[in-house]
């Protein structure tokens, strides 16, 4: 089962960092957190030396837009499942891998362009890489510090038995199950319903307060939620025991609609809803 478009939010200092992974898969050996971590702190530091066009800043920029994330690469071929499909080759049995193929696969990334699109890139199995900001994050990850104390390691090559191995160990490859693949299309179908639901209330012009119930069944806001195919809503309630390989990702009772906007009301658990304008809010019965 392919998702697409999951987009990662960054957590505490790197809150104001979102990244957007294209065609996740439940094949995927690395949890997209730890893989969306690393990347928005890449992201900091170009941010940070964004006026500085040295050749090194460039590698960094070009490495993070075309070739560090196999996901999605080339959307084309396999529903950008082309690299991917490259790494997990990697891992097959009686392989023999660089520190740094092995280091790039335990944190999701994408091992088959070291050496071709990726260029001297660093071992990392000594000394922290001060001078080199990028290659300080990479250095400083459990999974390098992991690999760089292994003694499966000799001559700086792993073997892919070994690799997964010291992975299992670690719990560094935890592939997506059922239960995480719902819960990956539930933050993707909260995070459709958010500019809809702006939207929506931008062009209400009612004094009374909204609340979930009312809304998941106002014709009104059904139909901005429709329009492109977006968010499907059933009429009633009456297929709500229909299996869920038989609902489309994005399809939802009135109920789950409901408990959607439940969510998203509470500036609790949810930043976006805290940031939009008061007369916005106002709208809406108070959650706490």
């Known amino acids: ?89 990697l891992l097959e049995d009686n392989k023999l891998l660089t520190y740094n193929e092995a280091l790039f696969l335990l944190l999701g990334l994408n091992a088959h362009e070291l050496g071709r699109k990726i260029i001297d890139f660093p071992v990392l199995d000594g000394d922290e890489p001060i001078a080199k ?15 760089k104390a292994s003694a499966f390691v000799v001559n700086g090559k792993i073997t892919s038995k070994n690799l997964k191995l010291l992975a299992d160990a670690n719990g560094f490859f935890t592939e997506l199950k059922s239960t995480n693949l719902k819960t990956v299309q539930k933050t993707k179908n909260r ?11 931008e062009q209400s012009t009612r004094s009374e307060k909204y609340n ?11 139909k901005l939620l429709l329009k492109d195919n977006k968010i499907i809503v059933t009429e009633t309630n009456e297929d709500a025991n229909k ?11 009135p109920t789950t609609l409901a408990n959607h906007l439940t969510v998203i009301f509470k500036c609790s658990k949810t930043e976006w809803w805290a940031e939009q304008d008061k007369s916005i809010r106002d709208k809406v019965k108070k959650y706490q």
Not at 28 to 55: A, H, M, Q, Y
Not at 192 to 201: R, Y
Request: net charge positive.
């Open 191 to 201: 995070t459709t319903i958010q500019p809809v639901l702006l939207e929506f209330l």
């Open 1 to 89: 089962m392919i998702i697409g478009k999951y987009v990662y939010k960054g957590k505490g200092y790197y809150k104001d960092c979102e990244h957007l992974f294209e065609y996740i898969d439940n094949d995927r050996k690395v949890d997209i957190n730890t893989t969306g971590e690393l990347i928005c702190k890449i992201k900091r530091w170009l941010n940070f030396f964004s006026k500085n066009k040295s050749k090194y800043l460039q590698d960094w920029n070009n490495y993070l837009n075309f070739y560090l994330i196999a996901d999605g690469i080339n959307p084309h071929i396999d529903k950008g499942q082309y690299y991917v499909k490259k790494n997990y080759k």
């Open 212 to 222: 979930p119930n009312e809304l998941k069944s106002n014709t009104r806001f059904i």
């Open 133 to 147: 900001p990028f290659e300080m994050e990479f250095w400083r990850t459990p999974q390098n510090q992991a690999l």
């Open 243 to 253: 299996k869920s390989n038989d609902r489309k990702p994005n399809e939802m009772t």
